[in-house]
């Protein structure tokens, strides 16, 4: 399985979507290729689960024999930590395993191939194929593309995507707050009104939490409405 790449080339006279495909010498020899491109949030985050029915992680899904859903676009990738949460051996111990590797450490198991450096690049200096996740506001430290590749695999075949809440929702959530507060302050004053709207604060984080946590859904009680989005080529 190789990694293929989509982009869009914009110009005053046109929009351009190219992909990027693999050497047909590989091809011809019975290759298959999976589109790896994908798409950070303004910030700059990437948190947008691919929805290529040919993504790289879709295909090696279907190439070992995996059943999966592609997520719909807007759904959110499930991630599992920062950087080395999958075991990783390095190329020469790959190519050594009699010396470097205990016996059968890869027979039966998916195994991607990439650069993935200790030395990491900083947020600041950015780099090639290294990504910040939302686990890097709590460690600081991109994430290697061969490692999101595996997280969208692993989100693929055991269905963690998560659907993102709507405006509606969030919108229902602050109205909901905004009454309930109302409602503390005109029938208590003092401690009691500000210990129940601390109760209150905490109720709706772990409604959050609970949400995300069980039914896959984020609707972060901090987080701003959507402002509207650019524009994004459709996807096959």
Not at 74 to 84: H, K
Not at 213 to 221: A, D, H, T, V
């Amino acid at each position: 399985m190789l990694a293929a790449d989509e982009s869009l080339v914009t110009s005053d006279q046109a929009d351009q979507l190219i992909r990027a495909m693999p050497l047909q010498r590989f091809s011809d020899k019975g290759a298959r290729a999976g589109i790896a491109s994908v798409a950070l949030g303004r910030d700059g985050v990437l948190r947008e689960a691919p929805s290529y029915s040919d993504g790289f992680a879709a295909m090696l899904a279907e190439a070992a024999g995996e059943a999966f859903d592609v997520p719909d676009t807007g759904r959110l990738i499930q991630v599992f930590g920062g950087p080395r949460r999958y075991q990783t051996v390095s190329y020469y111990q790959a190519l050594d395993p009699d010396n470097f590797l205990p016996p059968g450490l890869l027979r039966g198991r998916v195994v991607l191939v990439g650069l993935s450096l200790q030395n990491a690049p900083t947020l600041e200096g950015g780099g090639a194929d290294a990504f910040a996740t939302p686990h890097t506001v709590h460690d600081g430290r991109l994430t290697a593309g061969v490692e999101i590749q595996a997280t969208i695999f692993d989100n693929l075949r055991h269905s963690l995507s998560v659907r993102d809440g709507s405006d509606t929702l969030r919108l229902g959530l602050l109205l909901f707050v905004a009454i309930a507060s109302a409602l503390i302050v005109s029938n208590n004053s003092g401690w009691q009104g500000f210990a129940v709207g601390l109760a209150l604060m905490a109720a709706v984080f772990m409604a959050s939490w609970f949400m995300l946590r069980y039914g896959r859904l984020f609707i972060s009680p901090m987080r701003r409405l959507r402002s509207s989005s650019p524009f994004r080529p459709a996807r096959r």
